[in-house]
């Protein structure tokens, strides 16, 4: 261990360093590539590059990340999966170009997500899986944009109905958290499935026809559900003594 007992220095990221780890993605973006080096401090030399429109610090030993990433104004695309981060800083909200942030597999509790990640307006998706939420920030209900939403391997009991009332919303993952019923995240689930054209008849209204084939697809739905409830479900999870046990041990592979 360092002097100190801050731990070990880490990769000195350099101004040049930086530069030849920029990348052209296939849609013509800049993409500043600095995962998996061993970094353990923000490297500020790379704030000069702020004109990049994706960044990707992942898999490093990353413990904080300052307010001057708000720098990046331009940046569409954040990664800082798989390190040690427990705060969020409240300057990520003035970064409004953001679409897609991963912040999973870290050390961030409830507390350390800022009340400012409500101005992410134009956000996509958010990855906070793999942490130590036990709730989840009310702020997210404010993102109408989002699509997709990451919660799994937390410590969530609930998840509150702002985040149902998503308008965009189609993927969420709360796989994998200690919910008091094992099909609450199913209900939840089922509750953002949405339909576009719902029409209600009685069946006198019906002619012979259109009513067999209520009746028909009925029956089939009913069989369907009888066969779901006599057949046992495999315990898929049978050898976990916690919910994020599993997810825990592998965290250190993902880094």
């Avoid at 149902?164 to 199913?186: A, G, I, V």
Wanted: proline share 5%.
């Amino acid at each position: 261990m360092a002097k100190g007992g801050k731990g070990p220095k880490g990769k000195k990221i350099t101004l040049n360093v930086a530069k030849n780890c920029i990348k052209i993605t296939f849609d013509g973006r800049k993409r500043l590539d600095l995962s998996k080096m061993g970094i353990t401090t923000f490297p500020k030399c790379i704030l000069r590059l702020n004109d990049v429109d994706e960044l990707d610090l992942s898999r490093n030993l990353i413990r904080k990340i300052p307010d001057s990433i708000s720098k990046f104004q331009n940046l569409r695309w954040l990664d800082l999966h798989s390190n040690y981060i427990d705060k969020l800083p409240e300057s990520i909200g003035q970064m409004t170009s953001l679409l897609y942030l991963n912040v999973s597999n870290n050390r961030l509790t409830s507390n350390g997500l800022p009340v400012e990640l409500n101005q992410l307006k134009n956000i996509r998706t958010v990855n906070l899986g793999l942490n130590h939420l036990d709730s989840v920030p009310t702020t997210l209900g404010a993102l109408k944009e989002l699509h997709e939403v990451g919660l799994h391997d937390n410590l969530l009991n609930t998840i509150p109905t702002s985040i149902s009332k998503l308008p965009k919303l189609k993927k969420l993952n709360t796989k994998r958290n200690p919910f008091p019923k094992p099909d609450e995240s199913e209900t939840f689930i089922d509750s953002i499935r949405r339909l576009e054209n719902l029409y209600l008849v009685e069946e006198k209204d019906l002619c012979a026809a259109c009513l067999r084939k209520c009746q028909n697809a009925r029956d089939k739905l009913n069989r369907i559900k009888t066969m779901a409830m006599t057949t046992p479900r495999k315990a898929i999870f049978s050898n976990l003594i916690l919910p994020n046990s599993t997810a825990k041990e592998s965290q250190e592979d993902w880094r």
